[in-house]
T-cell receptor, first 113, second 113 residues
């Protein structure tokens, strides 16, 4: 069965610092992986997705993620954090038929001046 | 283009009461999903639908029923609300098999007292 594990429920960075949010997956088949962002009191928005094309995936708002099969990881990065990046981030994997998504527990990112 | 609209946005129920959450999408998407979001647990799939007139169980279906009588609407029902169903409920929709990105609604915050 497919699953994802997000390491660290809370991450705090300074404005301008590197953002690194960790996601490891488990999948018996080549995975399709996603990162979503949730701003306060809003639904989830797709940041980026990996669907077996390039292993380095670029998303919106300057975020990118690298698929590493040997490490079963799909970590999310951004070179320079902005105050507006403060949100909760979810890693997800496509699971089974009909493209159901299995979500990780989420990582709340705080950005301080 | 409204996307995915959920009603109501907030609701307080007493234990044992029933209610229906409505999800409406105007994108002609085939697939629709209901998730619940709880702190530290990410999003968990309750039920989903792959087309008008079809529904299927997700990870946590107990205590919920769904219906998809019209393609654009996906209803989630609580027959006898319990405090364990206090959560934020999200509806999502997706186009055909070639599109893996979900569009989420803004959520319904339900409290059962």
């Amino acid at each position: 069965a497919q699953s994802v594990t997000q390491l660290g429920s809370h991450v705090s960075v300074s404005e301008g610092a590197l953002v690194l949010l960790r996601c490891n997956y488990s999948s018996s088949v080549p995975p399709y992986l996603f990162w979503y962002v949730q701003y306060p009191n809003q639904g989830l928005q797709l940041l980026l997705k990996y669907t077996s094309a390039a292993t380095l995936v670029k998303g919106i708002n300057g975020f990118e993620a690298e698929f590493k099969k040997s490490e079963t990881s799909f970590h999310l990065t951004k070179p320079s954090a902005h105050m507006s990046d403060a949100a909760e981030y979810f890693c997800a994997v496509k699971a089974g038929g009909y493209n159901k998504l299995i979500f990780g527990a989420g990582t709340r990112l705080a950005v301080h001046p | 283009n409204a996307g995915v609209t959920q009603t109501p946005k907030f609701r307080v129920l007493k234990t044992g009461q029933c209610m229906t959450l409505l999800c409406a999408q105007d994108m002609n998407h085939e697939y629709m999903y209901w998730y619940r979001q709880d702190p530290g647990m990410g999003l968990r799939l309750i039920h989903y639908s792959v087309g008008e007139g079809t529904t299927a169980k997700g990870e946590v279906p107990d205590g919920y029923n769904v219906s998809r009588l019209k393609k654009q609407n996906f209803l989630l029902g609580l027959e006898s609300a319990a405090p364990s169903q206090t959560s934020v409920y999200f509806c999502a929709s997706r186009a055909g098999r070639s599109n893996y990105g979900y569009t989420f609604g803004s959520g319904t915050r339900l409290t059962v007292v």
